[in-house]
């Protein structure tokens, strides 16, 4: 063990946000070991594979470290190419080599041209939950402040911004209730549209242990996922029927009058009107599921787990399979109405649990990098545009350059043949990134920064909770931060901190009302278990336990009525046919996988994008491999698993790797109200390989 110093700090991987320590090799500067200390309030001393062994990219042969800029950018631009020169090296046949200064120059002249030309309005600025608060706070003050546009965006905009929407519309606060050992509390579960252990191990950990011991959880998803296996009430639903079913679940609570008569009247609006227009509902009476074959006995269950929810302290979990649909928003409505019948929020062992995806796309959405919300979720000067409306303004040429932190743009987003044509009309794109994923090749300057793992800074998790990360190795590049301060003072502005702590410091002033008591000193006495925010003389580990954070406190109901569309229209007029597509994540690999495809014990275990297919439709898939084709476009050739996990006429699929083109497929279809792609559900074509 000489040279070994163990090093605390947070994982780089999901919204879990798991503390965790490193064994480094100081001499060497090298990750030996990743684990979690045993008292680790999040982890509680466990880490899934990710965390233990997807530290290999840190110091990987292909990691990006010399800016570059490219060839036919300078050749476009003489002017920026005269002034560069000097610093450029070649590269290869599409980049030069350059410095940091030279890169950061190149950049703020074209940006300097193209508002001259275009307006304020021709730059956005899109990501950040990849990087620290610190960072995600300084993109948008760079962008609104001092280059005077308002178009600033994150991906939030593919997960959870439904979550942000229904809840901050329902109940005031677009974020987690409860710590997550309040699972420990709870006497039912209600997971929906998450595929926990796969995505979101730890809390899943804790989810398995009282439902093993309780036989207290229902699981609704379109596919059998592991956590079927430990729940009382095994619920598969058909596609797009999550606003149907949690519908049916509030209809029979008020139909059963299992409702809190004095919860309701002390501390909500508008439930008369919700319950009239639920009653009035067809398609919200649970029975409505007899006509629907192969699920009529949905019906029944239904009312058994409204009945259980509703009499005992519940917490509902949901994940993408809820946001990711045209109906999010008001999904997110529908399980906040829930809570908000039967009590079920603003105590230990009851809330609502939306299970975030990024380690820090909390945090990002907390510093305001979202179009409409300025930090601390006020409101800006002026709103901008949100990511799909930008890439329409691409095409109608009005956004000229579009400035990317961490965000694999070209890969993750939907609709990629209309993405590939906008990313073509732009006259410049800056990524800042730790390898060349599918956007830093698209780009014209491509700058290397720390990873999280070589970088201070605070990231939020799912549960609000505020970890200060340290840093395990050094490295000389910079952090995104501090790329962002050299651009501003050459676009004119001030920005002139001299560590992360300074940015910080200036958040706590900024967002005082979730972050004026986390300083630095105070998040470093707490490393291991981390703050709650709101932090002022206390952090807030149970939020609405007095009254909501709406304007006037109260918790409002807000009624959507599910409408019937393709699965479930099929079903009903007896014509279901072809096949349903759905995407989600394995347990091995972590979104675009640009940094767990670079450890091989993780790699190795799942180094493509498999198709999952039902036994009942294997006749229809006799090749080893077959391509998805919807009307927007076609996946690369993916390999056929049969199994006896998913229902006929429904196939799944991982989205990891972008050679698979998976997002190919989906088109413009997305949630009505925040934008979100509905990537939960398309029909395909099959073509055999």
């Given at each position: 063990m000489?040279n070994?110093?163990?090093?605390?700090s947070v994982?780089t991987?999901?919204?879990?946000?798991?503390d965790?320590?490193?064994n480094?090799?100081?001499k060497?500067?090298?990750?030996v070991?990743?684990?979690?200390h045993?008292d680790?309030?999040?982890s509680?001393?466990k880490?899934?594979?990710?965390g233990k062994?997807?530290?290999?990219?840190v110091?990987?042969e292909?990691?990006?470290?010399?800016?570059r800029i490219?060839?036919s950018?300078?050749?476009?631009?003489p002017?920026?190419k005269e002034?560069?020169a000097?610093?450029?090296?070649e590269y290869?046949?599409t980049?030069?080599?350059?410095?940091?200064?030279a890169?950061t120059?190149?950049?703020?002249m074209k940006?300097k041209?193209?508002?001259?030309?275009?307006?304020?309005?021709s730059?956005?600025?899109?990501?950040?939950?990849?990087?620290?608060c610190?960072?995600?706070y300084?993109?948008?003050?760079?962008t609104r402040?001092t280059?005077?546009?308002?178009?600033?965006?994150?991906?939030?905009r593919?997960?959870?911004?439904?979550s942000?929407?229904?809840m901050r519309?329902?109940?005031?606060?677009?974020?987690?209730?409860n710590?997550?050992?309040d699972?420990?509390?709870?006497?039912?579960?209600?997971v929906?549209?998450s595929n926990?252990?796969?995505a979101h191990?730890?809390?899943a950990?804790?989810?398995?242990?009282?439902?093993r011991?309780?036989?207290?959880?229902?699981?609704?998803d379109?596919?059998e996922?592991k956590?079927?296996?430990?729940?009382?009430y095994?619920?598969i639903?058909?596609?797009?029927?999550n606003?149907?079913?949690?519908n049916?679940?509030a209809?029979?609570?008020?139909?059963?009058?299992?409702?809190d008569?004095s919860?309701i009247?002390d501390?909500?609006?508008g439930?008369?009107?919700?319950?009239?227009?639920i009653l009035?509902?067809p398609?919200a009476?649970p029975?409505?599921?007899e006509?629907i074959?192969?699920?009529e006995?949905?019906?029944?269950m239904i009312?058994?787990?409204?009945?259980?929810?509703?009499l005992k302290k519940s917490?509902?979990?949901?994940?993408?399979?809820?946001?990711?649909?045209?109906d999010?928003?008001?999904?997110?409505?529908a399980?906040?109405?829930l809570?908000l019948?039967?009590?079920n929020?603003g105590?230990?062992?009851?809330?609502?649990m939306?299970?975030?995806?990024?380690?820090?796309v909390?945090?990002?959405c907390?510093?305001g990098?979202?179009p409409y919300?300025?930090?601390?979720?006020?409101?800006p000067k002026?709103?901008?545009?949100m990511t799909?409306?930008?890439?329409?303004e691409m095409?109608?040429?009005?956004l000229k350059?579009?400035?990317?932190?961490g965000?694999?743009?070209t890969h993750i987003h939907?609709n990629?043949n209309k993405?590939d044509?906008?990313?073509?009309?732009?006259?410049?794109?800056?990524?800042q990134?730790?390898?060349?994923?599918?956007v830093?090749e698209r780009?014209?300057?491509?700058?290397?920064v720390?990873s999280?793992?070589?970088?201070t800074?605070?990231?939020?998790?799912a549960?609000?909770?505020?970890?200060?990360s340290?840093?395990?190795?050094?490295s000389?590049?910079?952090d995104?931060?501090?790329v962002?301060?050299?651009?501003d003072?050459?676009m004119?502005?001030?920005?002139?901190?001299a560590?992360?702590?300074d940015v910080?410091?200036e958040?706590?002033?900024?967002?005082y009302?979730?972050?004026?008591?986390?300083?630095y000193?105070?998040?470093e006495?707490?490393?291991?278990r981390g703050?709650?925010w709101?932090?002022?003389?206390?952090d807030t580990?149970?939020?609405?336990?007095?009254d909501f954070r709406?304007?006037?406190?109260?918790?409002y109901?807000?009624y959507?009525q599910?409408?019937p569309?393709?699965?479930?229209?099929?079903?009903?007029?007896?014509?279901?046919s072809?096949?349903?597509?759905t995407t989600?994540?394995?347990?091995a690999?972590?979104?675009?996988?640009?940094?767990?495809?670079?450890s091989e014990?993780?790699?190795?275990?799942?180094?493509e994008?498999?198709l999952?297919?039902s036994?009942?439709?294997?006749e229809?898939?006799t090749t080893?491999?077959?391509?998805l084709?919807?009307?927007?476009g076609?996946?690369t050739?993916?390999?056929v698993k049969?199994t006896?996990?998913?229902?006929?006429?429904t196939?799944?699929?991982t989205?990891?790797h972008a050679k698979?083109?998976?997002?190919?497929?989906?088109?413009?279809?997305r949630d009505e109200?925040?934008?979100t792609?509905a990537?939960?559900s398309i029909k395909?074509?099959?073509?055999?390989?």
């Open positions: 000489e070994i110093e163990t090093i605390d994982c991987y999901c919204g879990v946000g798991c965790i320590a490193a480094v090799d100081t060497e500067n090298k990750i070991k990743i684990f979690a045993p680790g309030v999040v509680q001393g880490l899934c594979i990710k062994y997807g530290f290999d990219f110091d990987a292909d990691r990006l470290r010399i800016p490219r060839k950018f300078l050749e476009k631009n002017a920026i002034v560069v000097s610093a450029l090296k290869d046949d980049w030069y080599e350059t410095d940091l200064d890169a120059t190149a950049c703020a940006l041209e193209l508002q001259e030309t275009y307006g304020r309005k730059v956005a600025s899109i990501g950040g939950a990849r990087t620290s610190e960072s995600s300084l993109f948008q003050k760079f402040h280059l005077n546009s308002p178009h600033v965006d994150n991906c939030a593919v997960c959870h911004s439904p942000l929407k229904g519309a329902t109940i005031g606060e677009g974020a987690a209730t710590p997550y050992n699972i420990y509390n709870v006497e039912f579960m209600v929906i549209g926990t252990t796969e191990p730890i809390i950990n804790r989810i398995l242990d009282v439902a011991e309780n036989d207290n959880l229902a699981v609704f379109v596919r996922i956590l079927h296996r430990f729940a009382k095994k619920a639903i058909p596609h797009e029927a606003l149907m079913v949690l049916m679940l209809y029979t609570i008020i139909d059963e009058e299992l409702y008569e919860f009247a501390r909500t609006k439930f008369l009107e919700f319950k009239e227009k009035n509902d398609y009476k029975e409505f599921f006509q074959e192969g699920y006995h949905m019906g029944k009312r058994k787990v409204a009945r259980e929810y509703a917490m509902i979990f949901w994940g993408l399979g809820i946001t990711e649909h045209l999010g928003s008001y999904a997110v409505m399980i906040t109405h809570a019948m039967t009590g929020v105590k230990s062992g009851a809330g609502l939306p299970l975030r995806g990024q380690n820090n909390q945090g990002t907390d510093m990098m979202l919300y300025d930090p601390d979720y006020q409101e002026e709103v901008g545009l799909p409306q930008l890439v329409d095409l109608e040429g009005r350059a579009v400035l990317n932190i965000e694999d743009l939907p990629l993405i044509k906008a990313f073509n009309e732009l006259e410049l794109l800056f990524v990134e730790l390898f060349m994923t599918d830093a780009a014209d300057i491509v700058v290397g720390k999280a793992y070589e970088k800074g605070v990231y939020v998790n549960m609000r909770r505020l970890h200060l340290q840093p395990l190795v050094k000389d590049l910079p995104d931060w501090e962002l301060q050299i651009l003072n050459k004119g502005g001030s920005a002139n901190y560590t992360s702590q910080w410091d958040v706590r002033e900024v967002a009302r979730r972050f004026s008591g986390a300083d000193h105070r998040l006495k707490h490393r291991k703050l709650q709101p932090v002022h003389t206390e580990p149970i939020l609405h336990q007095l709406t304007p006037d406190g109260y918790g109901f807000k959507k599910y409408e569309r393709n699965m479930v229209e099929e079903i009903l007029g007896n014509k279901l072809g096949f349903y597509l989600g994540r394995t347990l690999h972590y979104n675009n996988a640009a940094q767990t495809k670079r014990k993780l790699n190795d275990r799942y180094d994008d498999v999952l297919v036994e009942a439709d294997a229809h898939f080893e491999k077959v391509i084709k919807s009307e927007f076609e996946s050739p993916l390999t049969i006896d996990k998913i229902k006929p006429n196939l799944f699929v989205f990891h698979s083109k998976i997002n190919n497929l989906f088109g413009d279809a109200l925040i934008l792609a990537f939960k395909v074509d099959v073509i055999k390989c």
